[in-house]
């Protein structure tokens, strides 16, 4: 068997594959420092784990940071399918989210076939592979990184139908875009393609019918609790985003001007940049050769058509988040990496195409700054509410021997502490709302209860093995059990 003419012969499909690898070390090397833990993720898969022993689904999310209404369940849905065929895996979330961050490198793939060829796809298979922001964000559990995962989904589905104008693609994209719309409201800019993806095709009545059908299906279990809950989500919408809005007068042009110039300046050079190369100078040599390239093909009309629609759908994107009134981070636009990917490999493989040792050069660069950047990170990553929490297990499990706990924090401050603690003895089955009663504060706290575990950055455990929940609640303790965690996220319009 001549081995070099089967390469040859499959070489694209052994550079895929050289590309998966990559990733996936990437996604996974030193993994056990780098895996997002924090109080939101602990509360979400305390979530998940406390839906599966009761056998509920969720039909509200987590409150939004901007204002008092909720995301759809829809992500704790997704997420109970790895930790439902592996309970007494902590990582199964983590790990399962990473493995679609890897399945992104044949998606996009095949964007790039579809869109133009098989180099361009694997130009922008290698970007996303090595992309900093896509790598990092890969390890985090939470809903952005969703989001951006289902961007590159919608992406694939919305050059599938400029190519091919099949109905069935225009149908998965809109059902994809309400499903990430309905995980994050960061994603509503993406309904900026429907009306693109609309009039690449003419429709029937009967195709809009069924459009706004598979649209509004993912919102079903929201629509149901503003229903039974006294219109609260879209009072409560209306009330932080469009009453606020024209009560702070920032709908008039100055104010969009200003938020718009604020954005430029501040978020999306760090965005581009981060996305790119992870560094600023390779991040704006790019930018603005990107600048140039794109100028330079929409003169001369040599840009390819799927690029030029995708870039005007992605200006229009960024002037929506722009606008944005509230505070911007950088995961909060997670479902821009994928355009920005895809609109920076078009740029390197057109002068590839016109220049190829400079092609090389210039996509050289951005891997090889990539490379360094991913490397530092990995390489320096800690995981202080993980190291935190498994500290606080074992000394408890020393202590109190063949007991099983129930978990408090002083005030609000120690989520981060408490939540992933609770989420540990929970996977541990050591965690029980009737167990012996210990508390998280800090040492400077005014906390008159006897001292169990003293731990690092100056935390410290406490017995309240007979101290009465009243008493604890009027000495600024929340319970952080499963059980209290779930009915005061998800289930609290319920009391």
């Given at each position: 068997?001549?081995?070099?003419?089967?390469?040859?012969?499959?070489?694209?499909?052994?550079l895929?594959?050289?590309?998966?690898?990559?990733a996936?070390?990437?996604?996974?090397?030193n993994?056990?420092?780098?895996?997002?833990?924090?109080?939101?993720?602990?509360?979400?898969?305390?979530?998940?784990?406390?839906?599966?022993?009761?056998h509920?689904?969720?039909?509200?999310?987590?409150?939004s940071?901007?204002g008092?209404?909720?995301f759809?369940p829809?992500?704790?849905w997704?997420?109970s399918?790895?930790?439902?065929?592996?309970?007494?895996?902590?990582l199964?979330?983590?790990?399962?989210?990473?493995?679609?961050?890897?399945?992104?490198?044949?998606?996009?793939?095949?964007i790039?076939?579809?869109?133009?060829?098989?180099?361009?796809?694997i130009i922008?298979?290698?970007?996303?592979?090595l992309s900093p922001?896509?790598?990092?964000?890969?390890?985090?559990?939470?809903f952005?990184?969703?989001?951006c995962?289902?961007?590159?989904?919608?992406?694939?589905?919305?050059?599938?139908?400029?190519?091919?104008?099949?109905?069935?693609?225009?149908y998965?994209?809109?059902?994809?875009?309400?499903?990430?719309?309905?995980?994050?409201?960061?994603?509503?800019?993406?309904i900026?393609?429907?009306?693109?993806?609309?009039?690449?095709?003419?429709?029937?009545?009967?195709?809009?019918?069924v459009?706004a059908?598979l649209?509004?299906?993912?919102?079903?279990?929201?629509i149901?609790?503003?229903?039974?809950?006294?219109n609260?989500?879209?009072?409560?919408?209306?009330?932080?985003?469009?009453?606020?809005?024209?009560?702070?007068?920032?709908?008039l042009?100055i104010?969009?001007?200003?938020?718009?110039?604020?954005?430029?300046i501040?978020?999306?050079?760090?965005?581009?940049?981060?996305?790119?190369?992870?560094?600023s100078?390779?991040?704006?040599?790019?930018?603005?050769?990107?600048?140039a390239?794109?100028?330079?093909?929409l003169?001369?009309?040599?840009?390819?058509k799927?690029?030029?629609?995708l870039?005007?759908?992605?200006?229009?994107?960024?002037?929506?988040?722009?606008?944005?009134n509230?505070?911007l981070?950088?995961?909060?636009t997670?479902?821009?990496?994928?355009?920005v990917?895809?609109i920076?490999?078009?740029?390197?493989?057109?002068?590839?195409?016109?220049?190829q040792y400079?092609?090389i050069?210039?996509?050289?660069?951005?891997?090889?700054?990539s490379?360094i950047?991913n490397?530092?990170?990995i390489?320096n990553?800690t995981n202080i509410?993980?190291?935190?929490?498994?500290?606080?297990?074992?000394?408890?499990?020393k202590?109190?021997?063949?007991?099983?706990?129930?978990v408090?924090?002083?005030s609000?401050?120690?989520?981060d502490?408490s939540?992933?603690?609770?989420?540990?003895l929970?996977?541990?089955?050591?965690?029980?709302?009737?167990?012996?009663?210990?508390?998280?504060?800090?040492?400077?706290?005014p906390?008159?209860?006897?001292?169990?575990?003293?731990g690092?950055?100056?935390?410290r455990?406490?017995?309240?093995?007979?101290?009465?929940?009243?008493?604890l609640?009027?000495?600024?303790?929340?319970?952080?059990?499963?059980?209290?965690?779930y009915e005061n996220?998800?289930?609290?319009?319920?009391?």
């Amino acid at each position: 068997m001549n081995f070099k003419k089967i390469f040859i012969k499959n070489r694209i499909l052994f550079l895929l594959l050289a590309i998966v690898i990559v990733a996936i070390v990437l996604r996974f090397a030193n993994y056990q420092n780098r895996f997002g833990l924090a109080g939101d993720q602990a509360r979400d898969v305390l979530i998940i784990r406390e839906a599966l022993k009761l056998h509920k689904l969720p039909i509200v999310g987590p409150f939004s940071a901007s204002g008092p209404y909720v995301f759809g369940p829809i992500w704790f849905w997704i997420f109970s399918l790895p930790v439902a065929l592996f309970p007494k895996t902590f990582l199964a979330p983590w790990i399962f989210q990473s493995l679609l961050f890897v399945l992104m490198i044949p998606i996009m793939f095949f964007i790039g076939k579809k869109m133009i060829d098989e180099t361009f796809g694997i130009i922008i298979s290698l970007l996303t592979a090595l992309s900093p922001s896509i790598v990092k964000i890969s390890t985090n559990l939470i809903f952005s990184a969703l989001v951006c995962f289902l961007s590159l989904v919608v992406i694939y589905y919305f050059i599938s139908h400029l190519k091919n104008k099949k109905i069935r693609s225009f149908y998965l994209l809109i059902f994809f875009i309400s499903i990430a719309i309905n995980i994050h409201f960061e994603a509503i800019p993406l309904i900026v393609l429907i009306p693109f993806a609309y009039f690449a095709r003419k429709k029937t009545l009967s195709n809009l019918i069924v459009s706004a059908i598979l649209f509004v299906i993912p919102f079903a279990p929201l629509i149901y609790f503003n229903n039974i809950y006294n219109n609260y989500e879209i009072n409560n919408i209306m009330q932080s985003v469009v009453f606020k809005k024209t009560a702070t007068h920032s709908f008039l042009p100055i104010q969009i001007l200003k938020n718009e110039l604020n954005f430029s300046i501040s978020l999306f050079p760090n965005i581009w940049n981060s996305t790119i190369s992870g560094y600023s100078i390779p991040g704006l040599i790019m930018f603005l050769i990107t600048l140039a390239i794109l100028t330079y093909a929409l003169s001369k009309n040599t840009i390819n058509k799927q690029i030029e629609i995708l870039s005007i759908t992605f200006l229009i994107m960024l002037g929506i988040v722009g606008d944005y009134n509230g505070t911007l981070f950088k995961n909060l636009t997670a479902f821009t990496f994928p355009f920005v990917v895809i609109i920076c490999g078009w740029v390197c493989y057109f002068i590839y195409k016109q220049k190829q040792y400079l092609g090389i050069g210039i996509l050289a660069m951005i891997l090889i700054s990539s490379l360094i950047n991913n490397f530092y990170n990995i390489k320096n990553s800690t995981n202080i509410a993980a190291t935190s929490a498994v500290y606080w297990e074992h000394q408890l499990y020393k202590k109190y021997p063949n007991q099983n706990f129930a978990v408090f924090s002083y005030s609000t401050n120690y989520l981060d502490k408490s939540l992933p603690l609770s989420l540990y003895l929970d996977v541990a089955g050591r965690i029980d709302a009737n167990g012996r009663k210990i508390g998280i504060a800090n040492f400077g706290d005014p906390v008159n209860y006897l001292v169990s575990i003293n731990g690092p950055d100056r935390m410290r455990i406490y017995d309240f093995a007979k101290t009465p929940d009243r008493e604890l609640t009027n000495q600024n303790f929340s319970e952080n059990n499963p059980s209290y965690v779930y009915e005061n996220t998800v289930d609290w319009y319920k009391k």
